[in-house]
């Protein structure tokens, strides 16, 4: 099924090492964050320790860090969290009722079909061995490359496997091709320096925006609301900070991570930022519910979801706006 993508210390050579918690503590309520080891979703929690925005709304922030949405929404279900961070792949999981999207993060273009060379398109894909971490967004932009060309995952040979392992597999040529992303993909090309990119996040943008969102647990959602819009008011106002400051951003996120610096800007510098003024326009004017029905169809199509609510009835557009 499909989830966020991985990028922590299985990252092979891109040495992200994630920390397990990073804790900034204020009086009042203690909102438990989980989040994915990379920059959009950890920079918006080093930003809020940095600043002390945290104590402006009267919190004490429990974040830890996880390898993927799902497992945080799992989490969830179980009461030990309130809310996350999640990318496109998971939010089948909102739409099938199991959190709330809260709101919108950034949107995303670093994953990529890559192919050894002498492999000129997707189309010759066809019957070629394919490494992919199954449920990521290197499994959906895989899936969105091979309909375009006029093909499914059933005309290739789908090899399942953790990031780390496309790595490995994709540098020693056991594999053809791969749906995967940067920066992994730096990686992959210090080892393959003849390496082609046959498809990426670009070619379906706007149609299709690789959303990161923020999500919650629906018991949060519906008995305190006004957690849920303090927590808001945090994202909002580490959004805007990381638009204004974002080599300053990059820095806190590299030292939250224990990341390189390097590393940290090139992920940083291939997404979207959107700012808080932004985000509430496009709630208002539906471009978030599009976005999010743009998913739900694909959930359908790749036969992931049968039959996922609309957008309205897990995107909490006025807990958004109002906070």
């Given amino acids: 099924m499909l ?29 438990t964050i989980g989040y994915i080891a990379d920059f959009p979703n950890a920079s918006v929690i080093a930003i809020a320790n940095d600043q002390k925005y945290w104590d402006a709304e009267g919190l004490s922030a429990d974040a830890k860090v996880f390898t993927n949405g799902p497992i945080q929404i799992q989490a969830m279900g179980a009461g030990s969290l309130n809310f996350g961070t999640i ?15 809260v709101g919108v993060n950034d949107i995303g273009f670093s994953d990529r079909i890559i192919a050894q060379g002498g492999i000129g398109s ?46 490995a597999a994709f540098s020693s040529r056991q594999i053809d091709a791969a749906g995967i992303w940067y920066p992994l993909i730096d990686v992959i090309r210090t080892r ?28 949060v ?30 820095e806190l996120t590299a030292t939250f991570l224990g990341a390189p610096l390097a590393i940290t800007a090139n992920v940083a510098r291939s997404r979207k930022l959107l ?19 743009q998913f739900n169809a694909m959930f359908k199509t790749f036969g992931v979801l049968a039959d996922p609510l609309p957008a309205e009835r897990f995107y909490e557009a006025a807990l958004f706006t109002s906070a």
């Fill in 221 to 250: 959602v519906r008995q305190d609301p006004d957690l849920v819009r303090r927590f808001l008011r945090v994202m909002k106002k580490s959004l805007d900070y990381r638009i204004a400051n974002l080599d300053r951003s990059i």
């Fill in 87 to 101: 990318g496109p792949g998971a939010l089948w999981l909102p739409a099938s009722g199991r959190a709330k999207v």
């Fill in 3 to 31: 989830t966020r993508r991985n990028i922590t210390t299985a990252a092979a050579g891109a040495c992200l090492a994630a920390p397990r918690i990073r804790t900034a503590r204020a009086a009042g309520k203690t909102a």
């Fill in 122 to 167: 997707v189309a010759e894909l066809k019957g070629r061995k394919v490494g992919v971490p199954q449920g990521t967004s290197g499994d959906m932009i895989l899936r969105l490359g091979l309909a375009r060309a006029g093909l499914s995952v059933a005309d290739i040979q789908v090899v399942p496997m953790d990031p780390s392992t496309v790595v």
């Fill in 192 to 219: 393959v320096p003849d390496i082609k990119e046959l498809a990426s996040n670009n070619d379906f943008f706007p149609e299709t925006s690789f959303i990161n969102a923020f999500v919650a647990r629906n018991e």
């Fill in 275 to 293: 700012s808080s003024a932004e985000l509430n326009r496009f709630t208002e004017d539906g471009t978030v519910n599009r976005w999010l029905e």
